[in-house]
């Protein structure tokens, strides 16, 4: 019913492999207890983009937002490294989320609450 990522842009002129090593969502005061991903490792070829999803929200659990504007979170660290190498970086960073859930479509806007990319 309803599923939130983010988009990684690789700007530069080689590929970058990542690691997920945390990935949360929350959408007022609900979450996906023991979230299951399909990957926790990819590749960004060179001057690409990826997303990566968090699974999706039942109509069930997101059912008391509908009409609504609820307010959330997305936090998430993630390791990165040319595919050849050791992971050398670490980005982290916390988003405050606003959603607009409408029976039959969704909008979301996002503020960047913190944020650090630093060595390994």
């Given at each position: 019913m309803l599923q939130l990522g983010v988009l990684f842009r690789n700007?530069?002129?080689?590929p970058l492999r990542y690691h997920v090593e945390q990935f949360?969502?929350?959408?007022g005061d609900r979450t996906i207890a023991n979230p299951k991903f399909h990957s926790a490792e990819g590749l960004i070829p060179r001057a690409a983009q990826r997303r990566y999803f968090y699974p999706p929200?039942?109509?069930e659990q997101i059912e008391a937002f509908i009409?609504?504007?609820p307010q959330g979170s997305i936090?998430?660290?993630f390791r990165y490294g040319h595919p050849d190498g050791p992971?050398?970086?670490?980005?982290k960073m916390k988003l405050s989320i606003s959603l607009?859930?409408?029976?039959?479509?969704?909008?979301?806007a996002d503020i960047i609450l913190s944020e650090s990319d630093d060595p390994v």
């Open positions: 700007a530069t002129d080689r949360d969502v929350v959408i929200f039942t109509r009409g609504k504007n936090t998430f660290e992971f050398v970086r670490r980005l607009v859930l409408a029976s039959d479509k969704a909008a979301a």
